[in-house]
């Protein structure tokens, strides 16, 4: 492959990152769109046409590696796992 046709793939690769960028913009805003209409109705769950919207609390819980490498070291050093893989990154 050519340094032409290479630079090519870079220009398309960057302009669908470009639209993916935008479409998620558009998507949060449209969703800050329905949940404010979900409130003002005073709901969580909406029919509306075929699609069933419901709007619902959820907890997560997540570890804080950096705090349990520094209490228990040893412990998680055990329990981690490494991971490795490629990551192509293109500026």
Request: aromatic residues 4%; neutral net charge.
């Amino acid at each position: 492959m050519s340094i032409d046709n290479l630079l090519d793939l870079i220009i398309q690769y960057k302009e669908a990152a470009q639209l993916i960028e935008t479409a998620q913009a558009e998507q949060e805003t449209i969703k800050a769109q329905i949940k404010a209409e979900m409130a003002q109705h005073n709901t969580s769950d909406l029919q509306v046409g075929c699609h069933k919207v419901k709007l619902s609390d959820f907890t997560s819980t997540r570890l804080d590696s950096k705090a349990i490498k520094a209490v228990a070291p040893a412990l998680f050093a055990q329990y981690s796992k490494v991971v490795t893989g490629q990551r192509l990154t293109i500026n």
